[in-house]
């Protein structure tokens, strides 16, 4: 444990100890400094990780505040326990509706696509990048790309993971069509019609949807709001049934927005590679982290092979650009032979544009204001939510991404709601979405990645009071 990660959580105990009352001043930072003897910006760093759980928040010119929304910890949803009994209703369709049409209507508020809001994204930079390789690439991007995709940025994704204790080069890396494109390619060449695999629960929809339309056998796991899968489960699973793969988002998992810690993604692995089971690591929101310093990837300690690594920029960058890429590991000639029956190449000029992006430190820029952006919203979110939604209302408390997931009173059922919401301009996305199971009816997943303005806090305050009328 680093010494601000140690500062943060003495801190921390006396604040959830009621030492110091929600709404009081913590010490300043000079006088904690003094007292304890550690660098002013170790001290920084502390307060940085402790707003970014929702403990404090910091008041221009007056210093550090314990959080005056910030309700106790039992108001964490805590442990899913997924049940046997399938879902009644098919939710495929609901899914349609609430994602078929991509709504351009500028009055609705769309909480419920997860990606960050146009105004947190370098569109013009982006734009000028597109003309400039249009004109400096002699072929003008019309042939296609070698199967493992653009060399430029291979090398570019391989450069961001030279602290990593296993690094990989250009030649770990196949480029895709996002980070969905990587998931794909990895069960169809891991996978048979009629073999299990293992998830989180709730998971992705799309995981889910993706998985179910390979004819694959979904086992979803007992999953906490804080630490992910529960292992011991996971273990015993792979020890008495077959399973041809686990799929895990291992940082700001969508959509609970837990991290993984480091010791349990050692253990994860630990677990693949004595069983010989595939790890399918899907990590495109580790960039957007909240602390000092970006968590570690289940690929970064994999010795063996067993983890295909699966990220793209669709999160954090460029949704609409598709690129992305997958470290195979031992699993390299199987994604390359199925990427080549399904998609024969990449689109060049996208995976052209993102690499120079990427190249002499910019993405590294955008990323660090977008790390302050989503952080700011995250704060603002939680406090309305605290304020306006209903007294035993459950929220996670991510420390990266852009994901909230809310556990409201079991008598609310999000999706009978959905069409009030969207009446009064207000989508999200129901928690039943995130499941195969008769399970998470009464939750529903929020983004926090819209600009932060007027409109954006006036629908979270709508919505807080249409779940209020549920209860009435």
Same mark, same amino acid.
């Given at each position: 444990?680093?010494?601000?990660?140690?500062?943060?959580?003495?801190?921390?105990?006396?604040? /959830?100890?009621?030492?110091?009352?929600?709404?009081?001043?913590? &010490?300043?930072?000079?006088?904690?400094?003094?007292?304890?003897?550690?660098?002013?910006? $170790?001290?920084?760093?502390?307060?940085?990780?402790?707003?970014?759980?929702?403990?404090?928040?910091?008041?221009?010119?007056? !210093?550090?505040?314990?959080?005056?929304?910030?309700?106790?910890?039992?108001?964490?949803?805590?442990?899913?326990?997924?049940?046997?009994?399938?879902?009644?209703?098919?939710?495929?369709?609901?899914?349609?509706?609430?994602?078929?049409?991509?709504?351009?209507?500028?009055?609705?508020?769309?909480?419920?696509? !997860?990606?960050?809001?146009?105004?947190?994204?370098?569109?013009?930079?982006?734009?000028?990048?597109?003309?400039?390789?249009?004109?400096?690439?002699?072929?003008?991007?019309?042939?296609?790309?070698?199967?493992?995709?653009?060399?430029?940025?291979?090398?570019?994704?391989?450069?961001?993971?030279?602290?990593?204790?296993?690094?990989?080069?250009?030649?770990?890396?196949?480029? $895709?069509?996002?980070?969905?494109?990587?998931?794909?390619?990895?069960?169809?060449?891991?996978?048979? /019609?009629?073999?299990?695999?293992?998830?989180?629960?709730?998971?992705?929809?799309?995981?889910?949807?993706?998985?179910?339309?390979?004819?694959?056998?979904?086992?979803?796991?007992?999953?906490?709001?804080?630490?992910?899968?529960?292992?011991?489960?996971?273990?015993?699973?792979?020890?008495?049934?077959?399973?041809?793969?686990?799929?895990?988002?291992?940082?700001?998992?969508?959509?609970?927005?837990?991290?993984? &810690?480091?010791?349990? /993604?050692?253990?994860?692995?630990?677990?693949?590679?004595?069983?010989?089971? &595939?790890?399918?690591?899907?990590?495109?929101?580790?960039?957007?982290?909240?602390?000092?310093?970006? &968590?570690?990837?289940?690929?970064?300690?994999?010795?063996?092979?067993?983890?295909?690594?699966?990220?793209?920029?669709?999160?954090?960058?460029?949704?609409?650009?598709?690129?992305?890429?997958?470290?195979?590991?031992?699993?390299?000639?199987?994604?390359?032979?199925?990427?080549?029956?399904?998609?024969?190449?990449?689109?060049?000029?996208?995976?052209?544009?993102?690499?120079?992006?990427?190249?002499?430190?910019?993405?590294?820029?955008?990323?660090?204001?977008?790390?302050?952006?989503?952080?700011?919203?995250?704060?603002?979110?939680?406090?309305?939510?605290?304020?306006?939604?209903?007294?035993?209302?459950?929220?996670?408390?991510?420390?990266? !991404?852009?994901?909230?997931?809310?556990?409201?009173?079991?008598?609310?059922?999000?999706?009978?709601?959905?069409?009030?919401?969207?009446?009064? !301009?207000?989508?999200?996305?129901?928690?039943?979405?995130?499941?195969?199971?008769?399970?998470?009816?009464?939750?529903?997943?929020?983004?926090?990645?819209?600009?932060?303005?007027?409109?954006?806090?006036?629908?979270?305050?709508?919505?807080?009071?249409?779940?209020?009328?549920?209860?009435?």
């Amino acid at each position: 444990m680093n010494l601000y990660e140690k500062l943060a959580e003495d801190l921390e105990r006396q604040i /959830k100890k009621g030492t110091f009352h929600y709404g009081d001043r913590l &010490p300043s930072v000079r006088s904690i400094h003094q007292e304890t003897g550690v660098s002013i910006s $170790t001290v920084l760093q502390s307060m940085y990780l402790l707003e970014s759980k929702g403990l404090i928040e910091a008041r221009p010119k007056k !210093g550090y505040f314990v959080s005056p929304y910030l309700r106790p910890e039992q108001n964490n949803p805590v442990v899913s326990q997924p049940i046997a009994r399938k879902g009644k209703r098919d939710i495929e369709d609901f899914i349609q509706k609430v994602y078929g049409p991509m709504d351009s209507d500028k009055s609705l508020t769309n909480f419920s696509v !997860g990606v960050p809001s146009p105004e947190m994204l370098p569109i013009a930079k982006l734009k000028k990048i597109v003309r400039d390789m249009m004109r400096d690439l002699p072929d003008a991007c019309i042939h296609y790309e070698p199967i493992m995709g653009s060399e430029y940025l291979r090398r570019q994704v391989a450069k961001r993971t030279l602290l990593w204790e296993n690094s990989l080069s250009a030649d770990d890396l196949v480029t $895709t069509h996002g980070c969905m494109n990587s998931l794909a390619f990895a069960l169809m060449s891991l996978t048979q /019609k009629g073999d299990s695999i293992i998830t989180e629960s709730p998971v992705y929809f799309g995981t889910l949807q993706l998985a179910k339309s390979l004819g694959l056998n979904v086992i979803e796991m007992s999953t906490h709001s804080e630490y992910g899968l529960d292992l011991e489960a996971v273990k015993k699973t792979v020890k008495e049934t077959r399973i041809s793969a686990i799929i895990v988002v291992s940082n700001f998992s969508n959509p609970m927005g837990y991290c993984m &810690p480091d010791q349990n /993604k050692r253990t994860l692995v630990k677990i693949c590679t004595e069983q010989q089971v &595939p790890l399918i690591e899907e990590d495109l929101y580790g960039d957007v982290y909240f602390g000092a310093d970006r &968590p570690l990837s289940c690929k970064s300690i994999d010795t063996d092979g067993i983890v295909l690594w699966c990220s793209s920029v669709s999160k954090t960058l460029a949704p609409g650009y598709r690129v992305g890429w997958i470290a195979p590991g031992r699993f390299l000639d199987q994604i390359c032979k199925t990427k080549l029956y399904h998609n024969v190449a990449s689109s060049s000029l996208t995976q052209e544009v993102i690499a120079r992006f990427m190249d002499k430190g910019r993405y590294e820029n955008h990323l660090r204001q977008l790390r302050i952006g989503l952080h700011h919203n995250l704060l603002k979110y939680l406090q309305v939510i605290y304020k306006y939604f209903p007294e035993n209302t459950k929220v996670t408390y991510p420390n990266g !991404g852009f994901l909230l997931w809310i556990e409201l009173d079991p008598k609310i059922d999000t999706t009978l709601i959905y069409d009030d919401a969207l009446e009064q !301009g207000i989508k999200y996305a129901p928690g039943r979405m995130f499941t195969l199971r008769d399970q998470f009816k009464n939750c529903l997943r929020l983004s926090f990645g819209l600009d932060w303005n007027e409109k954006t806090s006036h629908s979270l305050i709508k919505l807080g009071e249409l779940l209020k009328r549920q209860l009435i």
